[in-house]
């Protein structure tokens, strides 16, 4: 093909036009492929459905129990939704606190890195004590896991705040808190939304951890349930259904950080642009 | 005598308590109201260290720092800063990066709201006086380091400081850029006649923008040398080829190496 052809605009806007439909669908892509290998892996080697069902049982299984997987899921997005809700709501004041004090920074610190290094599983009998079995364990363990990144985040986002620009504003007589609001904050929304995609993914593997251990609902108690009748599909359909409950949520924190803080990363469009040509 | 717009006497600075590093001492200075000051040193004078004196970012350890007559005992509002990084917030646009210090400053942070479109005239006026009209809706990452650093000239400039301090503004730009924000920073000086102490290691740069040069020795630093600098406003890059221009900054270097070989003798066994 002769080359100026490739370089025409019309060729460049139409390479870059397939390219971007190919990104859009390369996840899809991608998940279909593997559910096929695993259905054919399944069908070849006449694998046992109590060891590993094929996704057409697991399908099955998620249509035949379709109102407790719903049911159940919709228990475990509400109480992972409200443990997160409040990781972020305690993450950024303590965030803010710790990054904006070193005395608050020197003091809690370690406290808090001890406090995250213990096994949430370890936990749970306590909440279940303190709470009695269901609903608040799950919150709170969901809460207990996902607030670490956020405080961590948001403190290191204020904490790094360039000194220079701190003296301009020091010297037009700014308090620390305007220093905080002004450059602070908006400067720590990159770190704060970071967070949040591993936060929301970590606070699910929380609220599962609660249901399994002591609850009467949600999708870690179906799961454990289901384990228990060898009903091994619906263990796997509980699974699938996290994660798509998962991948859901970060799609949201991904989709409002792009909304508010996109000029953190204006150098991604870049390479894709670059490599359009 | 009146006393000097910036009136520095016998100030000492040392950091990291009595056996940290000394960076100033027997450092004295004056600098008359609307006058553009140089000041030069080997790298590691103090020189930025004099910036946060004179601003009141930080107290001297000895000495005392006198700005419009009062005694400096904290944060200067009527200083604008300006630094080799231009720190411009980079999810602000080019408009209110500018109008940042009408948001912090009194008496301005009390009116901007009912003020917003004078001041934001104002703002514009000086963005078009840099030669960045056009460009207000546009974010920092958006322009080369040399309009940024014209916009942070700007962000110093919003509040109509009487007092500008530039530390090494210019320090991070290729010549060519350099030499372009030397006449937009003149520019900007004759437009608002503000007191600028300027802070560089450029000593072309010294002597294009200066009233006066002063030299500092290395650390601990303090002004060993003082030089006026007559050529007329408007100075033009002609202005640096002339032969005059090129002996005042050799006498310049000169100074600064003989700075340098005091203290080698000094530091020798």
Known sequence: MPRKALRSPEALAAAARRRRRLEAWLPWLVIGGMFLIWEAAVRIFAIQPFILPAPSAIAASMVKWWQPLLTNSWATLLTTVIGFAMAIVFGLLLGVVIGSSVLVYRGLYPLLIAFNSVPKVAVVPILVIWFGAGFWPAVLTAFLISFFPIVVNVATGIATVEPELRDVLRALGASPTDIIRKVGLPRAMPYFFASLKVAITVAFVGSIISETVAANEGIGHLMLVASSRFDVPLVFAGLIITGVMGVAMYWVAVTIEERTTGWATRGQQDPRLATGG | MAQAFVD?????????????????????????????????GPSGCGKSTLMRLVTGLWPPTEGEVFVDGQEVDGPLSIAGMAFQNPTLLPWRNILDNVMLPLEVVQPHRGQLRAKRADYERQARELLALVGLDGFEAKFPWQLSGGMQQRASLCRALIHQPRLLML?????????????????????????????????THDLREA???????????????????????????????????????????HELRDRISDARDAEEIADAP
């Open chain 2, 8 to 40: 520095i006497s016998n100030v000492a600075m040392r950091y990291g308590g009595v056996e940290g590093t000394l960076a100033l001492k027997g450092t004295s200075l004056a600098v008359a109201e609307g006058e553009f000051v140089a000041v030069v």
């Open chain 2, 167 to 199: 530390d090494e503004p210019f320090g991070a730009l290729d010549i060519f850029t350099r030499e372009d924000l030397w006449a937009v920073m003149q520019k900007l000086w004759l437009a608002r006649r503000p007191t600028v102490i300027l802070v």
């Open chain 2, 207 to 249: 002597a294009f923008l200066a009233d006066r040069v002063l030299v500092m020795s290395s650390r601990p630093g303090r002004i060993i040398a003082e030089r006026r600098v007559d050529f007329p406003r408007e100075r033009t890059m002609e202005t640096t080829y002339t032969k005059e221009f090129q002996d005042l900054v």
